[in-house]
């Protein structure tokens, strides 16, 4: 096929929105474990299937799990599994296998299971199991800048940058109240979750799923620095410069915010997907007891398979569905080693139509936002596999100021990262990647949150995108015209998304006119006039103009599941925005032609560029200084 046609590309890619999953039921009859494997051997030699992307059938097993079984034959592998029904006695089910289980995952009706090779076909041929996969390795999504040591910083900038500090100042809001849940290598109890100028710790909710440990702590550093990013109160940054204010100078976005520490990465910085899901399904078991109204995941793993099938993301849709917005990083893989833009390198979960994927921003350390672009490291979309434009947002990403774990791995490889607000003391430390963007985001949703406590996961992810700003800067040489697929709807606007989120009328019934005021499609930041992108990633399309926000569309109810193309309804409504027919998109630099991907598997295939283990499993990579600084 001459992919690098337009007509090929529409036809070879498509425009309609994949089908959601939909559960298989299991019969009424009971099924015993002597059933199963009475079926498995029935249906041994042929691959079992599932229903997947776009209605085909796709083998229960996926490829990455299958392709180790044959390599191991008979040795034990560990897989997650996820069943047709939640009433399975899962441990009985195994050992007809021999399979030992490891842990039930029930969020996505699954548990882990080391299982011989040669098994792993059989069980996925019982009428009990939907779909077996390999339990992946997941990291944190940040690195080290380049720009020597940090020694003094001014200011971090970036909440101002993206007009946080308006919320705060305007209208008081500051996260009081709301759980934001950081999902990652722990979190170091530090002054700076105190209450501002208090004693009182804002850490409210501790689980260890790596190491079962009571009280919070964090071996590697990344997860400190996220949460900090998030809610950090600026209680070690009270130096002066914001004289009058009642913050530091170093803050999260939402600095009065609860933080619900989930310890799912080692103190290597690495784990599995697994404990990210269980993880995941703890927040959402005790939301309601901590409030927990945001999920940030500043980590992630090489997509294998559909969004609709992968266990990461099935649970994080899961963790949509029951009221949490979940705000995930798009990787740092928008170049290679040797500084060539890559397209196709978006995270799993970030792939996932549901949550809200971002992206990093570069603000060179000022608070205008007109000479803000796209980071090069940032990962470029579209998604592997299911071919959506993300990310959806950006914020910034590069250089970001935020705590320090003293003595902690990531501390001790990087000492020239430290930074000192007061000459004396290195209380803070800078990184850059998406996973520094992801809690700024996250942030800023829960002041949202906190303004209108009743606004639902959609409806937040419409405001974040809707208010965003385009950016035309020309000084990233690497991504000239910055398409969709490179930077979404553009860089985050708080105080934009307040302003539009406070015109909604809440109670207003599906399919009703809820606007209770009449937006400006603008606000300033900083002095300067930022014009709202007013548009929208849904599925394969972009919707765009006045009338994605007029009405209160099905697509925003509660239970909706972002990316189902038909709860948009009539298309006339929106008008016809196709996303491969916006020259501004598919036009970008030659995309196509020029970086691989039309050759489908070529660009995650190329196992020098993504399969290589050292990019993730090298722990000399956080020390490469030439990598991901911008």
């Not at 490179?486 to 606007?493: A, F, S």
Request: glycine content about 12%; some cysteine; overall charge negative.
């Amino acid at each position: 096929m001459n992919v690098t046609s337009p007509e090929a590309f529409k036809k070879w890619w498509g425009l309609s929105l994949l089908p959601l999953l939909v559960a298989v039921m299991c019969s009424g009859r009971m099924v015993t474990a002597d059933d199963d494997q009475r079926s498995g051997d029935r249906d041994l030699g042929r691959r079992s299937k599932v229903e997947g992307r776009r209605g085909e059938n796709r083998s229960r097993v996926s490829d990455d799990l299958d392709e180790e079984c044959r390599r191991r034959k008979s040795g034990l592998v560990r897989a997650i599994v996820c069943f047709t029904d939640s009433d399975i006695n899962v441990r009985r089910f195994a050992d007809s296998y021999d399979g030992k289980v490891r842990r039930l995952l029930p969020l996505i009706d699954g548990a882990v299971i080391d299982l011989p090779g040669n098994k792993v076909e059989r069980m996925a041929a019982s009428n009990r199991v939907y779909s077996v996969h390999r339990d992946r390795s997941v990291n944190p999504t940040a690195d080290s800048p380049t720009g020597g040591s940090f020694g003094s910083f001014p200011d971090d900038y970036d909440t101002e940058a993206v007009g946080a500090n308006q919320i705060w100042a305007n209208t008081g809001h500051r996260g009081t109240g709301v759980g934001v849940a950081v999902l990652d290598t722990g979190i170091h109890p530090s002054p700076e979750f105190n209450t501002y100028g208090g004693t009182q710790s804002r850490i409210r909710g501790w689980f260890d799923v790596v190491n079962g440990l009571p009280q919070p702590y964090d071996d590697h550093g990344h997860g400190t620095h996220v949460a900090g990013i998030v809610a950090g109160s600026g209680n070690l940054s009270t130096d002066g410069l914001h004289t009058g204010t009642e913050y530091g100078s170093i803050t999260g976005t939402a600095p009065d915010a609860d933080i619900i520490a989930v310890k799912v990465l080692n103190a290597a910085g690495g784990g599995a997907v697994s404990n990210v899901i269980e993880g995941i399904g703890w927040c959402v078991q005790n939301r309601f007891a901590l409030n927990i109204r945001v999920l940030n995941l500043s980590l992630g793993h090489i997509p294998q398979e559909s969004y609709v099938t992968d266990p990461l993301c099935r649970a994080v849709r899961a963790a949509t569905s029951a009221g949490i917005v979940v705000v995930a990083s798009a990787g740092n893989k928008g170049k290679d080693a040797n500084g060539v833009i890559r397209y196709g390198g978006i995270n799993s979960p970030g792939i996932e139509p549901s949550v809200i994927t971002v992206g990093a921003a570069n603000t060179y350390r000022t608070i205008s936002r007109w000479d803000d672009t796209v980071t090069s490291f940032s990962s470029r979309g579209p998604t592997y596999i299911d071919h959506l434009p993300k990310p959806d947002v950006l914020a910034p990403g590069n250089k970001i100021a935020s705590l320090r774990v003293p003595g902690s791995p990531l501390d001790n490889a990087m000492p020239q990262n430290r930074l000192s607000v007061d000459g004396v003391n290195e209380d803070y430390f800078v990184l850059s990647g998406s996973s520094m963007a992801t809690p700024q985001v996250a942030g800023v949703a829960a002041l949202l949150v906190q303004a209108r406590p009743t606004l639902n996961p959609n409806t937040i992810k419409l405001a974040l995108t809707y208010t965003s700003e385009n950016l035309y800067a020309q000084a990233q040489t690497l991504s000239p015209g910055m398409s969709v697929i490179t930077q979404g709807t553009g860089l985050l606007n708080a105080i934009g998304a307040y302003e539009l989120v406070s015109c909604f009328n809440l109670n207003a019934p599906l399919g009703a006119n809820w606007l209770d005021g009449t937006p400006y499609y603008s606000n300033v930041i900083n002095g300067d006039y930022v014009n709202w992108s007013q548009s929208v990633l849904f599925g394969t399309r972009r919707y765009q103009g006045s009338g994605v926000i007029e009405r209160r569309h099905s697509a925003l109810a509660d239970q909706a599941l972002w990316g189902d193309q038909a709860l948009w309804g009539d298309q006339a409504l929106w008008g016809d925005q196709a996303l491969w027919g916006d020259q501004a998109l598919w036009g970008d630099q030659a995309l196509w032609g020029d970086c691989g991907i039309g050759a489908d598997q070529a660009l995650w295939g190329d196992q020098a560029l993504w399969g290589d283990q050292a990019l993730w499993g090298d722990q000399a990579l956080w020390g490469d200084q030439a990598l991901w600084g911008d």
